[in-house]
């Protein structure tokens, strides 16, 4: 019991420093957003579940928190992703400006 | 008043998750609950029966599986983009049509396409839903739809509609 | 415990990396970015708090960081779309 919540959080941990890792290394806003959501909310996943193994009672908060981060985190990046496509960033724009910027 | 009932017991269930299960917090929570309900049931617009706890069901045991497995493979691809060093990627933005004609349905959509790997869905237009990906493979809509929300639709499509 | 060091600095190199995101973006929507990313590790690490500190308490935190910090992107969000 305690060696599953052991490995399930050091597996949290090393997605949340990918996440950080992805938002920095990515070139653009839209790949950023993307690296940042799918990184973080697994690896938030796997924390939470961590602590709920190791601390079996608190199971009930423990799955609020999960399904509220399933809920809520794609709906954020989503609007985020929207803002940005709203007020004009191109993707592909940005992509050729950089090979342009290159060669 | 339909809907009053159906706020109050989705208000009711937060308080308990909240709480813990206690008899006295229970009363407590559902005078709160009752005086919120009537309150705010005419700002919502959504209301249950009982087909919710089939549909509730059917949701968790087929549909969350599929979601959970594909999270994972998502992740290990960004893991594999972020971590290798000329960073292989090729982004674009495309459309693809659904068929799913509730709100709900095109929500949980929605999330499913940003949680699966290399997509993120920027908006929902009448029946297209705008979708960033950062890969791009194919040409035509048809063959971005089967690429990247087929599997959704088709298990989606038999629990809401 | 050796777990916890472990841990708490594979989640310290993440919050670095998107705190350096937050400053140096190059535009507005880069920082908003940076700061979602931020929000959620930090839900996360408060739950690991809980665990650390035998507290159940911080759950409670945890929920109402997470409320806020959704919140908190939706409103940027709408800003800056308004904003053009």
Do not use: C
């Not at chain 2, 599997?151 to 989606?156: D, G, H, R, S, W």
């Not at chain 3, 050796?2 to 400053?23: D, E, M, P, Q």
């Amino acid at each position: 019991m305690i060696i599953t919540s052991y490995i399930l959080m050091i597996i949290g941990a090393i997605f949340l420093a990918l996440g950080g890792f992805g938002v920095f290394r990515m070139p653009d806003v839209y790949n950023r957003i993307q690296a940042g959501t799918k990184a973080t909310t697994l690896g938030a996943f796997a924390l939470i579940l961590g602590v709920g193994f190791a601390e079996p009672s608190w199971f009930l908060k423990i799955a609020l928190i999960i399904v509220f981060i399933a809920i809520t985190n794609p709906v954020g990046s989503s609007t985020l992703a929207r803002a940005a496509y709203k007020s004009g960033v191109s993707a592909t724009l940005l992509q050729k400006q950089k090979e342009g910027e290159d060669k | 008043m339909k809907k009053t009932i159906s706020t109050f017991l989705v208000l009711l269930a937060i308080w308990v998750l909240l709480t813990g299960f206690n008899w006295m917090e229970v009363v407590l929570g559902a005078a709160v609950s009752l005086v919120l309900a009537i309150i705010i049931s005419r700002f919502v617009n959504y209301s249950f029966g009982f087909g919710i706890i089939l549909g509730l069901i059917k949701f968790i045991v087929i549909y969350i599986p599929v979601f959970i497995f594909k999270l994972v493979l998502a992740n290990i691809d960004i893991a594999y983009r972020v971590l290798s060093p000329k960073l292989p990627i090729n982004p674009g933005i495309v459309k693809v049509p659904t068929k799913l004609k509730s709100d709900f349905g095109k929500f949980v959509l929605a999330n499913s396409i940003t949680l699966t790997p290399g997509t993120l869905s920027l908006d929902v237009e009448d029946d297209e839903v705008i979708v960033h990906w950062v890969n791009v493979k194919g040409k035509t809509s048809g063959e971005h739809q089967s690429r990247i929300s087929k599997t959704f639709e088709k298990l989606l499509g038999g629990i809401v509609k | 415990m050796i777990i916890n060091i472990i841990v708490f600095s594979l989640v310290g190199v993440g919050v670095l990396f998107a705190l350096i995101r937050l400053i140096a973006g190059p535009t507005a929507f880069d920082r908003v970015v940076g700061l979602d990313t931020l929000n959620i590790i930090i839900t996360a690490t408060v739950v690991l708090l809980a665990l650390v500190l035998k507290n159940e308490l911080y759950l409670d935190i945890a929920i109402v960081y997470a409320v806020l910090s959704f919140l908190e992107t939706i409103l940027f969000a709408r800003f800056l779309e308004g904003r053009r």
